[in-house]
């Protein structure tokens, strides 16, 4: 069973309360459940730092979110049309390797579980499992924030 304490403080992250930190994500309700992680909708200071990264070590980017277990847990980033911009940001030229992942205005990822596996004993062992297979595109995320990750 799931609780959320509204009294508590910090965010997903521990950063300051901030939704759009990175942060780990179990959503429950009947008939959808979806576990996921990542960073959603960050201010334009803190995407601007991302997609520096991404562009700065866009080998260490492609790793983090094509790895085998990520793809296993996640299938990937979400390819969400609404996260993502039409044009590259302003300064970034179209041919750039990393060009798809800097267009994006969220890197989020998600997997929806059937209501049926919440119930079984074992559901809470899968989402650390699917958590830890996010590690590396989280650590990333951090990093580029300078956050402890």
């Given at each position: 069973?799931?609780?959320?304490?509204?009294?508590a403080?910090?965010?997903?992250?521990?950063?300051?309360?901030?939704v759009?930190?990175?942060?780990?994500?179990?959503?429950?309700?009947?008939?959808?459940?979806?576990?996921g992680?990542?960073?959603?909708?960050?201010?334009?200071?803190?995407?601007?730092?991302?997609?520096?990264?991404?562009?700065?070590?866009?080998?260490?980017?492609?790793?983090?979110?094509t790895?085998?277990?990520?793809?296993?847990?996640?299938?990937?980033?979400?390819?969400?049309?609404?996260?993502?911009?039409?044009?590259?940001?302003?300064?970034?030229?179209?041919?750039?390797?990393?060009i798809?992942?800097?267009?994006?205005?969220?890197?989020?990822?998600?997997?929806?579980?059937?209501?049926?596996?919440?119930?079984?004993?074992g559901?809470?062992?899968?989402?650390?499992?699917?958590?830890?297979?996010?590690?590396?595109?989280?650590?990333?995320?951090?990093?580029?924030?300078?956050?402890?990750?």
């Amino acid at each position: 069973q799931f609780r959320h304490d509204k009294s508590a403080r910090g965010g997903p992250h521990g950063a300051g309360g901030d939704v759009h930190a990175p942060g780990f994500y179990v959503h429950a309700e009947p008939g959808r459940i979806y576990v996921g992680a990542g960073m959603w909708m960050p201010p334009a200071a803190q995407l601007k730092a991302v997609r520096d990264r991404i562009a700065q070590q866009t080998a260490d980017w492609r790793r983090a979110i094509t790895g085998k277990e990520f793809m296993a847990a996640f299938g990937g980033l979400s390819d969400d049309a609404a996260y993502t911009l039409k044009r590259p940001p302003k300064g970034d030229e179209p041919a750039q390797p990393a060009i798809a992942d800097l267009k994006r205005t969220s890197f989020v990822f998600g997997v929806e579980v059937r209501e049926s596996a919440a119930r079984k004993p074992g559901f809470i062992d899968e989402v650390e499992a699917a958590f830890r297979a996010a590690r590396p595109p989280m650590r990333f995320l951090c990093g580029a924030l300078g956050l402890a990750f």
